[in-house]
């Protein structure tokens, strides 16, 4: 047959825009703003064609699009070669190509081009919302399929498919292979990622950065996006002020910002790591011990979240010689693992010569002022506790804890200390291991997040990027490092209730932001919701967007009692296989599929009785006309055959009065008589 | 009346020898209201049995013989400008033409031109005629018995399959039996004979009858059937076209209007295997390749009766 171009049903066309438009809506984030207007004129001037207000675009229209449109998205990208330009291009094509759609293989090609869009989509975005749009948005392409297919078969002049039919079909559709997808969810094998696809550069990521002028966390202090989420082993939320997540640890100072040393290098990776300890303590009996798992957000860097004296037991984790985790690769992707953390005291191994160096390390001059103080300090409480409580007394004695601090020259902790003595918690932390160090006492500035949300419904923490957080930590001879933490000293709310109320005065918690989370909660039920929406959000990450191979292994383990999925799909295979054999030889052994009544079965019985007595009869011959024939040849069983004859004739295609006079058994009665008679009549006609 | 049925067959047979089923099916096709076409060749009974038919029916008849030079107007009829007796005045007056009878037998359909053809053909399907802006009704009953020689003989102009749907059977008479040519032979002038047939039906018989074929009853069983010839010749027997709706009206309507003539209140399959070679051949014949008389056995081989 030769290939005939259909015409793109117009019936279909509506759903087509509709899902261009759906599958387009995750992409919106991470392209650039021209695409929306784009968006919009190709599904209006698609609309107008459809309407017959505009002609269809001929090639030189066509080629001059493209130019323009893949130029647009060079510009539009600043020529950077990425997930997210060629994603772009990808979408801008896609665009185009709904404008250029006029048959129904176009059709086609725009529906599969709509799925990839919306699979590439979730690269993106991969929040609950956007999951139930995919369904929307699967059910749309569905219907695109559907009504491009019917939309083919009335002849002739287009039909026109109501819009119940087409979504009564793809519902149809869609929740038939739910369960499949259930199946394929559960146990497709993850793997892990074979490479590491940059998603997003690293700039567009709010979080830490590696290292910390003062300032630096203030900024962070203005975004409420997720950092993290975290659940307890106990199921309860641990005292706040034992919630320093450290994230990294800043042991070198240039005299103007806080870095990592080389000693980050320095990792015991999992399984080497010291999980021994952890054991250790609980046989000694030291109280204190946290176990917690995390669900972070990607930071585009390797480092993860740990509490004080922490360690992971996960495969790819390692631990630094500076006691914080960091992950093989950075972390692009949502992740999750499980760690813990000591809170109980304990004498621990000795600072190393090069460690100890390493945390005395100051530049040689600048501050003279405060290198003049903390000798003076040192002298009046020349033991290391000591030194410390006068430090902390002096802080909580005159200073502020602001998001707003002053701009500080170049001896900036100087000019802090004695000349503006305002400030936010990297100015407090980075002061205070400067002077502890001035005076010979090993210490460190270490960032991460303090606190968190509690939810009470789900029992987890939610850490949000304003807990970004700044301490220091000292090492104490004898005990070991000693989290020290300046800004308690002097905004004690800030540890106690978090950012927000501790800034409640000065009113610049998320002061750029149009909804201030403040506002939310003094409306009850507001919170309440927001309660809600974040318990469910949860449950989604934790359930859906961070089951991996790791937690389908515990599922199948725990439901089937084995780990290996090779099996599982061996033994999916096998029942798809088997569940298609089955079907096939019911069918095979009932023959095409009709439904047979009772006389029809009947009547077939006789038919075989002709058959083995010799007596061709085709399907096409009429009951009649067979019974007439042997009626003829066997003349004794007249009477039986034309009683069955009567009978059939009446029951089969009479006026209805008739036919209902005559039963089903009656019929079947008459055919059992027949076959009699007829066996006899055989038998005569033998001898 | 069905004993009057009876009698006009008895008589039919007089005239037509050895031709019972082919009578039967000619009377079945004006009972269900359908014109007839009768295809052999030249001296084989064709305007005899047309003849026998009208004198039967008792109906009012003309009879147009079809030649390459008729005209239109030969058929329906033309104005004609007449001065009114003792006046100097006169006006166009219409004559109507041959077409304005019960019963119209146009012999040797298929000489005259298309146009002429079809000026018939459109009176059959609408059962009126438009001349000059004037509409007029044809009379009721106006039944077309139409003769025609196999199109492959010279000087003939085959119908197009869209005017050959209009007949709803096709018949041909084929040559007699030895006995019934003897028979011929021996005996006085049968066509003087069809020219005296005496009237067996009545007009009123004859539209009670017409209802009656209406009333016979059709079994689910036996529409399965028909539908399931029908969906052979579109879908499975690998013809160039399928029969249309019209066709399948065609195929119930002969098939009651059979199992009347056979005394049946209601259609058997057998009816519809009967009329079925008369029904769809002539409607098929292009459409399939083996020529006329192949389709409607190929259909009947293939099609299951029960299912």
Known sequence: MKAIERPLPRSALLWLLAAGVLVFMPHHSHLPWFFWGMALITT?????????????????????????????????????????????????????????????????IVVFLCFFLLATGFLFEQELLWGLLGIVATWVLIGTLVALQLGQQGTGAAKQLGFAVVSRFATGILLISLPLMLVVYLLFPRFGPLWSIKLQSEQAMTGLSDSMSPGDIASLSQSDELAFRA??????????????????????????????????????????MPEYQVEQLRRAGVEGVTRYEIIQEPTGQNWLFTLRDGGSMEPG???????????????????RYRGYGIDGQYARHQLGYVQRRLNLQLPDDGNPRTRAWAQQLWQQNPT????????????????????KPPVLGDDDIDEFLFDTQRGFCAHFAGAFVYAARLVGIPARVVTGYQGGEWNNAENYLTVRQYDAHGWAEIWLDGVGWVRVDPTAAVAPSRIELGLEQALAGEGSFMENSLIKPGQIRSMPWLNQLRLKLESVNYLWHRWVLSYDG???????????????????????????????????????????????????RGWDTLLADCEKAGIAVAASESPLSVLQRLQRQYSSARPALLQLATLMEQRLYAAPSQADAVSSKAVLAAIKQARRALKRAQKLARK | MTKAVEAALAQLNTVILGKEEQLKLSLACLLAGGHLLIEDLPGMGKTTLSHALAGVLGLQYNRIQFTSDLLPADILGVSIFEKEPGSELGRFRFHEGPVFSQLLLADEINRATPKSQSALLEAMEERQVTVEGETRQLPDPFFVIATQNPVNQSGTFPLPESQL???????????????????????????????????????EQLSALKQHVQQIHASSSVLDYIQRIIGFTRYDAGYAYGLSPRGALALLQAAKAWALVNQREHVIPEDVQAVLPAVVDHRLADAADGGASSVSAHILANVDVLV
Request: aromatic letters at 12%; proline letters at 4%; zero cysteines.
């Open chain 1, 44 to 108: 209006g001037w698609r609309w107008l064609m459809h309407r017959g207000q505009l002609p269809y675009p001929n090639a030189k229209t066509k080629m001059a699009a493209v130019v323009l449109v893949g130029g647009a998205v060079v510009a539009g990208f600043s020529g950077h070669y990425s997930l997210e330009s060629a994603v772009g291009f990808f979408v801008a094509m896609s665009l185009l190509k709904t404008l250029e759609m006029r048959t129904q293989r176009d059709g086609y």
């Open chain 1, 231 to 272: 659940t307890f082993e106990s199921g309860q939320q641990p005292p706040r002020n034992q919630l320093y997540w450290r994230a990294l640890v800043l042991d070198q100072y240039d005299g103007r910002s806080w870095q990592r040393s080389g000693s980050r290098r320095n990792v015991t990776w999992y399984p080497e």
């Open chain 1, 317 to 335: 984790i390692g631990l630094t010689s500076s006691g914080v985790l960091v992950d093989r690769r950075p972390v692009f992707q949502r992740k």
């Open chain 1, 384 to 403: 290391a506790d000591v030194f410390v409580q006068a430090l902390l007394d002096h802080f909580a004695a005159s200073f502020t804890y602001t998001l």
């Open chain 1, 550 to 600: 790791e937690r389908q292994k515990s599922i199948l383990r725990s439901i089937f009692n084995r780990t290996d999925y090779l099996y599982f799909i061996w033994w999916i295979i096998g029942a798809v296989i088997a569940v298609f054999v089955v079907i096939a030889a019911l069918m095979l052994a009932k023959g095409p599929a009709r439904s047979r009544s009772a006389e029809r």
């Open chain 2, 165 to 203: 749907d209009r007949f709803l059977m096709r018949i041909s008479l084929g040559y007699p039996s030895p006995a019934a040519e003897r028979q011929l032979l021996e005996g006085n002038n049968h066509r003087d004979k069809a020219n005296h047939l005496q009237q067996q039906i009545t007009p």
